[in-house]
C-alpha cells in the first residue's frame, strides 16, 4: 500500500489549508486513517483519525474544533481541512493507515498503523 500525502505550503496565521493523501489501487474506506504530524525537534504526534465504513473520527486536544477529517470514496482519498491556523500547527504532516483499527487508547500511537506517506509540509507564518 502506498500513501501519498499532498497539499502541503506557506499559510498565514488565521487561514486555512487542506491536506490529502491518496492511495492508488487501495480503498482508503476499508483502511483505518490518521494524520500524524511532526514539527522540527519534536516527536511526531497523531493529529486525527477517521475509522473505516463508519467514518467515526478524533481529534487531538490541539486542534479540535479547527482541523476536519473526511474521506471522498469517489477520490479514494482522506483529506484534512484546517482552519484557522496557528504557528504551532508548522510540521510536516504524514498520512498512516491500518488494518486493524485501532481504539481510542491507540489511534495516535504509530505503532498502530502499518503504511505511511512521504509527508508533506506545512509551515504557518506571516
Known amino acids: 500500500v502506498q500513501l501519498q500525502a499532498s497539499g502541503g505550503g506557506l499559510v498565514q496565521p488565521g487561514h486555512s489549508l487542506r491536506v490529502s493523501c491518496a492511495s492508488p489501487?487501495?480503498?482508503?474506506?476499508?483502511?483505518?486513517v490518521t494524520w500524524f504530524r511532526q514539527a522540527a525537534g519534536k516527536k511526531r504526534e497523531g493529529v486525527s483519525y477517521?475509522?473505516?465504513?463508519?467514518?467515526?473520527?478524533w481529534y487531538a486536544n490541539s486542534v479540535k474544533g479547527r482541523f476536519t477529517i473526511s474521506r471522498d470514496s469517489a477520490k479514494n482519498t482522506v483529506s484534512l481541512q484546517m482552519i484557522n491556523m496557528k504557528p504551532e500547527d508548522t510540521a510536516v504532516y504524514y498520512c498512516?493507515?491500518?488494518?486493524?483499527?485501532?481504539?481510542?487508547?491507540?489511534?495516535?500511537?504509530?505503532?498502530?498503523?502499518?503504511?505511511w506517506g512521504q509527508g508533506t509540509l506545512v509551515t504557518v507564518s506571516s
Open positions: 498512516a493507515a491500518a488494518n486493524m483499527n485501532p481504539s481510542y487508547a491507540t489511534w495516535a500511537e504509530e505503532k498502530s498503523y502499518d503504511y
Open positions: 489501487g487501495v480503498a482508503l474506506n476499508l483502511l483505518a
Open positions: 477517521i475509522s473505516p465504513h463508519d467514518a467515526t473520527t
